[in-house]
């Protein structure tokens, strides 16, 4: 299949099983490596590397805020690459490699590097892992948007994606403990465990990457004509102009500001309780790496049986709709358990099944609902901006993580929490208990209302939607049409 026979493929209501499933699986290669490191790394700089909790947040601050600048950057350069092979899946093919590679070195120590050197070797790889992560995900998520246009099968798509997204955080939350433990067991140091599973989960983005390459072959929209530079020449400054001049375009939307507040808070209450929960295993409940893996275990299974529940409300009703009801849901939800605390596992296990609602909405509607702006914006700005729309959300969604674990690790800093080398027991101060649990519930629950709030004012619903599509494709064939039925929009 070609990819001039897109716009067939755009017109009708189904996609292939076998294109929603390659683009599913596309889906492990980003959740693989994103889960693993918002769980773990932050543990593994403190517990492993033996960085203090404060700087070992900055670390991943800085490298997960390059990642938010360069977001823009890589869509301007997916939506305008000229090739015949596509405009997204060249990037995903050339990322993949050097993005498995890095990640095997991300959880690599030199134990010979002082503090002040492995702060620097780690900001470096960070900031190189994030760039080849990059490279592949905006391509990957704006090809999403080409793949069709129906509103709901948008959401269909999603879902699958949604179920690749949690089977990857599954495996990246529940099986690297057990993974440390079985190499610790064998004879082998904490460091070499952290290898070994870095190289298991390289190879599996690896794998899942080529294969999402290969089924969704052919299915995205070709390139629209552009104006050649008066001297053909390649410009920085003019691209970077562009760049911008995109960002404040899209971001004057209505509807991008909407979702783009609720994406930046969600993502960092998203953050803040992931980020902490290892934390809240290991030294509030006392839980062994065993337990700790099966709790990780549970907690991933819960989105898998949310998910149904998901996709069917989500069709049934509105998407807007059950985004911000279940952000409120999960955020009330979750902050009550500062009062209760976890005394027992029954305990926990309401507390990660409200978790898991708001985020088993986000993961699944957010993109779909970010994929709806592209054609408002085709018919305002007369330009197809997949890529630059894709970046500027997962810029507020990186920016609101960014902060959100630097926060973790400056929250625990000020609380006097005790970094270790791996090997060592570690009682932890009363505070920095205390500080643990308000990550994951207080703090997580206000910043997950913030999102709801901003979410209640997106304009783009269903009907609204189907309005703008056929005014859209009567401006095309240049025929009468009539915005009075999705004038919010506008």
């Known amino acids: 299949m070609h990819t001039h026979q897109i716009a067939i493929l755009q017109a009708s209501d189904k996609l292939p099983l076998h294109v929603k499933l390659g683009y599913a699986i596309g889906q492990m290669a980003d959740s693989l490596a994103y889960n693993l490191f918002y769980v773990f790394y932050l543990f593994f700089l403190t517990n492993v590397a033996s960085i203090p909790a404060g700087r070992a947040g900055t670390i991943v601050l800085i490298a997960v805020i390059w ?7 890589v869509g301007q350069f997916s939506d305008t690459i000229n090739s015949h092979w596509g405009r997204r899946r060249p990037l995903m093919l050339a990322a993949i490699l050097p993005y498995a590679l890095l990640m095997l070195l991300l959880y690599t120590n030199i134990s010979t590097f002082n503090v002040n050197q492995q702060t620097v070797y780690f900001t470096i790889l960070a900031i190189l892992f994030w760039s080849a992560y990059k490279i592949y995900v905006i391509p990957f998520y704006s090809l999403g948007a080409e793949m069709t246009n129906n509103f709901d099968e948008r959401t269909s798509l999603r879902v699958w994606a949604s179920y690749a997204l949690n089977l990857a955080v599954l495996v990246s939350s529940s099986a690297p403990p057990l993974i440390v433990k079985w190499i610790v067991d064998a004879g082998f140091s904490v460091s070499s465990s952290w290898r070994g599973v870095s190289l298991i989960f390289a190879i599996l983005t690896l794998i899942s990457g080529l294969t999402c390459w290969y089924l969704t072959r052919g299915y995205e929209l070709p390139i629209r004509e552009r104006k050649p530079r008066v001297d053909g020449k390649y410009h920085p400054v003019a691209f970077i102009g562009e760049v911008l001049s995109n960002m404040f375009e899209i971001g004057h939307l209505s509807s991008s500001k909407f979702l783009g507040a609720s994406v930046f808070f969600w993502s960092a209450a998203y953050t803040l309780s992931t980020g902490a929960l290892y934390y809240l295993f290991l030294n509030n409940m006392a839980y062994s790496e065993q337990d700790a893996a099966l709790n990780f275990l549970i907690y991933s299974l819960l989105a898998l049986v949310w998910l149904p529940i998901v996709n069917y409300t989500a069709q049934k009703f ?11 849901i999960s955020s009330i939800g979750t902050g ?10 029954n305990m ?3 507390y990660l099944i409200l978790l898991q609602l708001g985020n088993s909405y986000f993961w699944t509607v957010y993109y779909s609902m970010m994929y709806d702006i592209c054609e408002l914006d085709d018919f305002i700005n007369d330009k197809r901006r997949e890529g630059a729309i894709t970046a500027l959300m997962s810029f507020l969604q990186k920016f609101g993580s960014a902060l959100a674990i630097w926060f973790i690790g400056f929250y ?5 929490y005790i970094s270790s080398s791996g090997q060592q027991t570690i009682t932890q101060p009363p505070q920095a208990l205390h500080a643990i649990l308000e990550l994951n519930t207080s703090i997580h629950a206000l910043v997950g209302l913030l999102a709801a709030l901003f ?4 304009p783009l619903t269903r009907s609204r939607y189907q309005a703008l599509l056929a005014a859209l494709q009567a ?3 240049q025929q009468s049409y009539t915005t009075s039925d999705f004038k919010q929009l506008l």
């Open 336 to 345: 009550l358990f500062y009062f209760y605390g976890f005394p027992n596992r």
């Open 67 to 73: 990642d938010a600048i360069a977001d823009p950057l």
């Open 412 to 416: 625990m800093d000020r609380h006097g």
């Open 318 to 328: 509105d998407k807007k709709t059950v985004y911000y009801l279940s952000m409120f």
């Open 475 to 477: 401006k095309k064939e």
């Open 348 to 350: 926990l296990i309401m």
């Open 455 to 458: 979410a209640i004012g997106y």
